[in-house]
Every structure is written in structure tokens, then in C-alpha cells.
């Protein structure tokens, strides 16, 4: 089992910037990517960014690159979102997920992916 805890979402202009952090915890052994998903106001849920546990390797949208970074901490078991440029089609619920491993090779952004899911936070942009 996973768990996931987001936090550092708030109230911001456009241009800004938010730094959201996911506090994790359990167990990783199966786990082969990390990273963020948002769901916009009256709409589904949407990959931004993930991070491949195993490679190193990072995934965007393509609505966020060049904005956004997603960057690993193991010793402190933290996931970043360094959201930059904020824009305010990026106001959304901002979760962290987790995969187990069990749909290895399907898309990054196929959100079936993904086993473990934070509560959310909230990120407002104001034009």
C-alpha cells in the first residue's frame, strides 16, 4: 500500500508561481512512476506531470511544458510540482498518484494507470 498527501496549494495570479509537495509513504517496491494529475472545474481528471521511478525520466502535458517541473526527493520519500508561469486555465484539483506497477508499458497519462491517489489540493489562478 501507498499513501499519498499533497499539500502547498493556494491562491495565486497569473504569472506566478506554487510549489505543491506529495509526502509519500509505504511501500514502493512495485511502483514505476510518480507524478501529478488535475481536474479542472466541471471537467475530467488530466495527467500534468510524472516521474519514473526507475529511469529517471520525466513526462509532460503539453500545456504545461516549460512551466512546469517535477522532481523527485527520495531521502525525504517527497514528490514537487514547480508550477511557473501559472496560467488561469491551470486552476484545478492538483492530486498526487502513485502507479503498482500492474500497467506497465500503457501511457503515462491513462489515469486507469494509476493505483494510489492524494485527497487533492486546490489551485486557484486569477487573471
Known amino acids: 500500500q501507498v499513501q499519498l498527501s499533497e499539500s502547498g496549494g493556494g491562491s495565486v495570479q497569473a504569472g506566478g508561481s506554487l510549489r505543491l509537495s506529495c509526502a509519500a509513504s509505504g511501500d514502493f517496491s512495485s511502483t514505476t512512476l510518480l507524478g501529478w494529475f488535475r481536474q479542472p472545474p466541471g471537467a475530467g481528471r488530466e495527467g500534468v506531470a510524472v516521474?519514473?521511478?526507475?529511469?529517471?525520466?520525466?513526462y509532460y502535458a503539453d500545456s504545461v511544458k516549460g512551466r512546469f517541473t517535477v522532481s523527485r526527493d527520495s531521502a525525504k520519500n517527497t514528490l514537487y510540482l514547480q508550477m511557473n508561469r501559472l496560467k488561469p486555465e491551470d486552476t484545478a484539483m492538483y492530486f498526487c498518484?502513485?502507479?503498482?506497477?500492474?500497467?506497465?508499458?500503457?501511457?503515462?497519462?491513462?489515469?486507469?494507470?494509476?493505483?494510489?491517489w492524494g485527497q487533492g489540493t486546490q489551485v486557484t489562478v486569477s487573471s
Open positions: 498518484v502513485a502507479d503498482s506497477g500492474a500497467m506497465y508499458g500503457t501511457t503515462w497519462y491513462d489515469r486507469q494507470r494509476y493505483d494510489y
Open positions: 516521474f519514473g521511478t526507475r529511469t529517471g525520466n520525466t
